[in-house]
């Protein structure tokens, strides 16, 4: 396929790169086609990767990949040109600065509203992103289904996570109690897939290398 | 450890066996202890499993379980006593009703954001949950990483997901569009594990069996 990546970047000079060896045909838009830097980061994916402006690449491609930093995503869609009935593969993500968490469409969590419910309680969001069948049994044939919790009190987790230890899961920590913001929509993504015909018998596994 | 468990539904019944065999003591605090249908429930998870009321389950605790469906949450912890210096976990999920979506916390997503910007274009949230190492090598010990994506457009995800598969990820559909408000904060939960000591050598799988 005829790809337009626009952003040349460490995320879409990969996809890039991987994409012109599977044989698609790569062309990055970026907002100076000419930049010597770009060029050279360019032609590192492949010998026959090239660039051009946003509208450029957009106008002979078949995909267009967004792989811009969120903050620059909205000026670089505005200099694609049209983009009714195309293909557009949208890999951002709309993180604050410091890299804290999403800037856009989260407010709050479950958790930190029961910590608000349960004062002076040491919370932690755990047994929250997956179906009681797998809290029967976590254990799948490529491993054991990962638990995340996070909360504020560091002795709190440990008991939980020896608690999770105990039903033969791998507990991870995902940090603060605010990142049940992050924990609740991965239980939402659990129910969502289930439902939407992958059944129960599915389990998250964060792997290791 | 002595844990108190709210809630005798699915979950807190299936946690309660599981931490009965593992040598733990459990009991349930419920509404109404005496209830016949909850106490055969409880029964069935081990021998020594009983009931009590919330507050009298609390107060002879190390640790309390938070089981509840969320509209009862505020109302049980409400009957809870003090919950002060209290270790609590908390698997509760603040959902919809219908399951399309988590009731709080929530509002948009960069995906439909991107989608408002692209008039008419045909867009697919994919290659936001990882970082570009794995995109360059998405292959692991206990096998692919798992590329989830979402999207109004039936070809597009198709065409999207090939792309992934060209790349050596395993695709699963999320869904449509507004499921970039889960798989946003999946991204989220990547880049603050990296940050948080795990380092940008994992990926998320989803298991089967």
Request: proline share 5%.
């Amino acid at each position: 396929m005829r790809i337009a990546i626009v952003g040349a970047g460490n995320v879409g000079t990969t996809l890039g790169g991987g994409w012109a060896k599977a044989g698609h045909q790569v062309v990055y838009g970026v907002r100076n086609p000419t930049d010597a830097g770009v060029a050279r980061r360019v032609a590192s994916t492949g010998a026959a990767a090239r660039t051009a402006t946003v509208a450029d690449a957009v106008a002979g491609s078949e995909v267009v990949l967004v792989a811009t930093p969120w903050t620059a995503t909205q000026e670089a869609l505005a200099s694609a040109g049209s983009l009714a009935d195309r293909i557009v593969l949208d890999c951002t993500n709309p993180l604050k600065p410091d890299l804290t968490g999403l800037s856009l469409g989260q407010t709050t969590s479950g958790g930190e509203q029961v910590a608000g419910w349960a004062p002076g309680a040491r919370v932690v969001k755990i047994f929250n992103t997956t179906g009681f069948n797998n809290m029967a049994n976590p254990r799948y044939p490529e491993g054991a289904a990962t638990m995340f919790y996070c909360g504020d009190d560091a002795g709190a987790k440990q008991v939980a996570a020896a608690l999770a230890s105990d039903l033969g899961f791998d507990p991870v920590d995902a940090g603060p109690l605010t990142s049940a913001r992050l924990l609740e929509p991965l239980a939402m993504l659990w129910i969502s897939l289930a439902i939407r015909g992958q059944g129960r018998e599915i389990a998250f596994r964060l792997m290791r290398r």
